[in-house]
């Protein structure tokens, strides 16, 4: 397929925002593309490149490449270039990139350079994925959109699963089953304002569960095979012996277990999330850094044990299981409310909250126990509750600091998801942020950057920082009328895609 083609099609979805016209323009162009080339251009839809990140920045990009007068240039062409692109290293390396880069730009037309300019800057932004796609894809393949859904929860990629639906056809979506071995992408929770809401909001017999501050993992195991991965779907397993080494010690197998890796202080309370994320993040020395600062897990679900997926099974039949598996000292503390009319109940589950805060636990999760395990959503089922305003946003450009500051990024600018796959500013930051949290954010910042003029660095949006706030107040500023009150940035999110950042429709809401 012409990258030309992909061209066109991204900037007829990003100019239109009737959700069934994106649908038709996309299921055009997947039913057009070889199957070999779908994975590639759903990805480039989505401004992702399969090789990551390359080293090409704007000092690279801006310099005029005269474009090619006629459309030439194939999606697997690209996708060769960006992959050489991606393998230069060593000396005269910048100076090999620049010469790759021209040569590419020099095969695109000026539509197609301005489409690989947004892809390799993070800036393609039309929401071609998610629902959208996967729904293009479905209608491309002539399948149930409903079971397109569920084998990319399972299997964790559209484009993989894109790729063999349309080289095969529905009956394709068989082999995208609950594996032993293969990450699945974790239920996700909504969120209410308190537990007494989150019971009446469920209105059936549910849990309330203490809502840890650690580093979310999947623990897979079959025989002596321990595989651990994150959030992500990353592969850590080297990175948390210890953790292996419980689930070896576990009498079950063929298991997925859903749980966080938490450290407790010598008083018994959470250590700081910073501190188990830059744990996590250590590849080197993996023993020094277990000696410091020792990880281990609390579960509170099982996907699938003796082989078997127990996805579908309700909360309380997946407990059962969890608990046959597990000792209780490795499953999270709850409190079940049979009856959400019973005020003893619900009191109790207020107090149970309260408690978890004392502990240092963020909260709780309050869960219906009649609901499945909806693998990569974020179901109605499970709602999250904080003691305070909270949103996940996205940086979308620092200021450069001063005073103290000088030399580092830190008045961070920030946004909330839009339904166009863009980002809505509500507003800047600089309170929060610990000597220790600034040299990080500047550097991974830089890393991120895509322009520079002197005071402000916009960045590829994609990191994810925690942040607190007051409330919501009216401002002509911004594009959505409304800014953040006293906001201060509790963390970073290093662990978390911008594409599960909270939205602007979520914000407003919230706001109500």
């Known amino acids: 397929m012409l990258l030309a083609r992909v061209a066109d099609v991204s900037r007829e979805v990003a100019a239109t925002s009737a959700r069934s016209r994106k649908i038709a323009a996309l ?180 849990v309330v569960e203490e809502k840890l501050d650690g580093i979310r993992v999947q623990v897979h195991r079959s025989g002596g095979d321990v595989r651990i991965y994150t959030r992500s779907l990353d592969d850590i397993t080297d990175r948390l012996p210890e953790v292996a080494h419980q689930a070896l010690e576990t009498t079950g197998d063929g298991f997925i277990l859903d749980g966080e890796v938490i450290a407790l202080a010598a008083d018994g309370r959470p250590v700081p999330f910073q501190d188990i994320a830059s744990r ?124 103290r500051r000088t030399g580092l990024l830190s008045n961070l600018h920030l946004g909330a998801r839009a339904e166009d796959g863009g980002f809505v500013m509500l507003g800047k930051t600089f309170k929060g942020l610990t000597d220790e949290m600034l040299r990080w954010q500047t550097e991974r910042l830089h890393e991120l950057a895509v322009d520079d003029d002197g005071f402000t660095v916009r960045v590829r949006p994609e990191l994810v920082v925690e942040i607190a706030y007051d409330g919501l107040q009216r401002s002509p500023r911004y594009p959505a009328g409304v800014a953040l009150r006293f906001a201060r940035v509790l963390r970073h999110r290093p662990d978390k895609p911008a594409a599960e950042a909270d939205t602007i429709d979520q914000v407003l809401a919230a706001r109500a």
Do not use: N
């Open 27 to 206: 299921a055009d162009l997947f039913s057009e593309a070889w199957p070999e080339d779908v994975a590639l251009v759903i990805s480039y839809l989505a401004g992702q490149l399969p090789q990551g990140r390359i080293g090409i920045g704007w000092s690279i990009l801006k310099e005029p490449v005269p474009p090619a007068a006629v459309p030439a240039l194939t999606v697997g062409e690209a996708d060769a270039a960006f992959t050489a692109l991606a393998r230069v290293s060593g000396p005269g390396s910048q100076a090999e990139r620049r010469d790759r880069v021209r040569r590419l730009m020099a095969a695109a037309t000026e539509d197609e350079q301005q489409f690989l300019v947004r892809l390799l800057t993070g800036e393609v932004r039309q929401g071609a994925l998610d629902a959208v796609a996967l729904e293009a894809v479905a209608r491309a393949a002539g399948a149930p959109a409903a079971d397109v859904r569920r084998a990319v929860m399972l299997e964790g990629s559209l484009p993989r699963v894109a790729r063999a639906l349309l080289a095969e056809g529905p009956a394709a979506l068989e082999q995208f089953r609950l594996r032993v071995g293969s990450p699945v992408q974790p239920m996700l929770a909504h969120t209410a304002k308190s537990v007494t809401e989150a019971v009446r909001t469920l209105g059936v017999a549910c």
């Open 280 to 403: 996590v993040g250590s590849r080197l020395d993996v023993e020094t850094a277990r000696a410091a600062l020792p990880l281990y897990p609390v579960y509170f679900d099982v996907l699938a044990a003796d082989g078997e997926s127990v996805l579908d099974r309700s909360g309380a039949e997946r407990h059962e299981i969890l608990a046959r598996l597990v000792p209780e000292p490795t499953r999270v503390r709850r409190v079940v409310v049979d009856d959400p009319e019973a005020a003893g109940q619900v009191r109790s589950a207020e107090e149970f909250f309260a408690a978890t805060l004392r502990r240092g636990h963020e909260g709780v999760l309050v869960k219906a126990l009649d609901a499945p395990y909806s693998a990569g959503r974020r179901g109605r089922s499970w709602l999250k509750v904080k003691p305070v305003h909270t949103l996940d946003l996205v940086v979308l450009a620092a200021e450069r600091g001063h005073g």
